[in-house]
């Protein structure tokens, strides 16, 4: 089992079909197959890479980057995509922590990592990214299910990024798993790309190829470019963070844009606020579908599908557009407190799911594993609870991340670059509500006895070593941080104490 083995048979059945699109070109499966082939064959014989190798991918949304993943798999290989938001510093730890022996990146991501310890990097557009498309085509490769395909960097708030292992095996499960839950799917569909193909957006191409489907590049996620494709094009899909489809519903065109070409419309990541999800049913109708999931389990644990948005009569239509739904097919979700023991309807306590989405583990880190697996069951890090009619809603995260325009912000990482800082005695980062991203980040800082840390040079060391959006939007310097009898910092005091003023 191969995911790239599927595109092969496309392209053999649909040669001429449309395979990949973006502003100014277009690409056929019959030469999305040959430049697959052709960057196996240069990852083998060029690089000298064998099957095994792991391959790190900094590539903004664009043409390259499903002939590079694609490639990097019928080379026998495993990809890394990386948010090509991230710092140099950042790119250069995931790539170190997983052992890559080639980065294929963006201009601005390859000119970064010169700066940086960093493998061979292939700049794409220069002449040692046009030498990966001159290479032998590649045609066969064995691989077997449990062989790892997207190592997929996430973290909680206790440090560093894990490495969840996805595998060919996990990766084609979540594929049929959108078939039979989301839509049905052929080579007139479009899958649009505005969110960042390193996540969920790129995931979600997977069954889209499979299906001999078109995929839509855009730079990045702008309002006016997505109505743009939906009055330019039919059954469009795509997925968005909430924040993005805020962005949407209240861009000054929403009025008066075609959306006829909406096929669907999948959100998820973070809370979608009742009234938002009203306004965005009003725009699109019942198109939209949510579905929760993560890394560990790619975008399938549970779901609202696009039947229950539109629901209306319902005697319990608001708790069900409320909640995160039901388990997605062949799914199985529960609720465990710390024992791993399934709690009763109506408890809270810990998500946790069971399927064959399930990540391998995460990349020799056995002591995380240890804690978040145990007979094929993953912790989610969400606490919520089943109700009796078998659907779940979040109560809280368990962990204190931070969720601002639909990208992940770990408070830890933050902090612990401005404890680098000399003045700075203690800190603690939060998320503040904020009406276009969802949440911002927003430093309490200690000084030290005498002395006088200044946001600007806060803010450059954050700079330096952290992705922009990461830094610090507000610093609050106060006397002492509020903590309970164990020492431990109460964060939910500091994001009251923010909601207060936010009313007030």
């Known amino acids: 089992m191969n995911l790239s083995l599927g595109l092969a048979q496309v392209a053999r059945r649909a040669p001429q079909s449309q ?32 099957p095994g190798a792991r391959i790190g991918m900094a590539l903004e949304n664009g043409p390259e980057f499903l002939p590079v993943l694609f490639g990097i798999w019928r080379a026998g290989m495993t990809a890394i995509p990386m948010n090509a938001k991230l710092h140099a510093r950042e790119l250069s730890w995931i790539l170190e922590n997983a052992g890559a022996g080639l980065c294929i990146a963006s201009p601005k991501q390859a000119q970064a990592l010169g700066g940086v310890p960093a493998p061979t990097v292939v700049e794409t557009g220069n002449a040692d990214y046009a030498a990966l498309l001159a290479g032998d085509p590649v045609r066969e490769v064995e691989s077997r299910p449990e062989d790892p395909a997207w190592i997929f960097y996430t973290s909680g708030t206790t440090g560093r990024p894990k490495g969840a292992v996805l595998t060919h095996r996990n990766l084609t499960a979540m594929s049929l798993i959108y078939f039979a839950d989301v839509d049905r799917i052929g080579p007139e569909d479009v899958r649009l790309h505005a969110a960042p193909m390193s996540h969920g957006s790129g995931i979600y191409a997977l ?24 009055g330019a094009h039919d059954k469009v899909s795509f997925f968005a963070a909430p924040t993005m489809v805020t962005r949407l519903i209240n861009h000054p065109s929403a009025g008066s ?126 606490v919520g609870a089943m109700d009796p009619d078998g659907f779940f809603t979040l109560k809280d995260r368990s962990k204190d991340l931070i969720i601002s325009g639909g990208s992940n912000i770990y408070p830890r990482e933050v902090e612990e670059v401005l404890l680098r800082d000399a003045s700075v005695r203690e800190v603690a980062v939060v998320g503040a509500p904020h009406a276009d991203w969802g949440e911002e980040v927003v430093a309490f800082v200690v000084r030290h006895d005498g002395a006088a840390p200044e946001e600007g040079a806060l803010d450059a060391l954050c700079l330096d070593n952290l992705a922009r959006f990461k830094r610090p939007k507000r610093y609050r310097f106060v006397a002492d941080l509020p903590k309970n009898n164990y020492g431990k910092v109460l964060k939910t005091e500091l994001r009251e104490r923010l909601k207060r003023e936010g009313e007030a």
């Open 19 to 50: 395979a990949l699109l973006w502003e100014g070109g277009e690409l056929s499966y019959a030469g999305f197959e040959d430049q697959v082939g052709r960057i196996a064959g240069a990852l083998r014989a060029r690089h000298g890479l064998r």
């Open 207 to 230: 069954p889209f190829v499979m299906a001999g489907a078109q995929n839509l590049t855009v730079p990045g996620f702008e309002p006016e470019q997505v109505f743009d494709v939906l």
């Open 257 to 382: 844009a075609d959306v006829r070409g909406l096929k669907t419309l999948c959100y998820g990541g973070a809370a979608m606020y009742l009234s938002d999800l009203k306004q965005a049913l009003a725009l699109f109708g019942p198109r939209l579908y949510q579905l929760f999931g993560q890394g560990e389990a790619p975008m399938t644990i549970t779901h609202v599908t696009k039947a229950m948005h539109g629901d209306t009569a319902h005697p319990r239509y608001e708790d069900i557009l409320s909640s995160v739904g039901f388990p997605r097919s062949v799914t199985e979700v529960a609720v465990i407190g710390d024992d791993w023991k399934e709690l009763d309807p109506g408890e809270v306590g810990e998500i946790a799911v069971r399927s064959d989405c399930v990540m391998a583990g995460y990349l020799d880190n056995p002591e995380a594993n240890a804690a978040a697996m145990r007979d094929g069951w993953l912790r989610t890090g969400d």
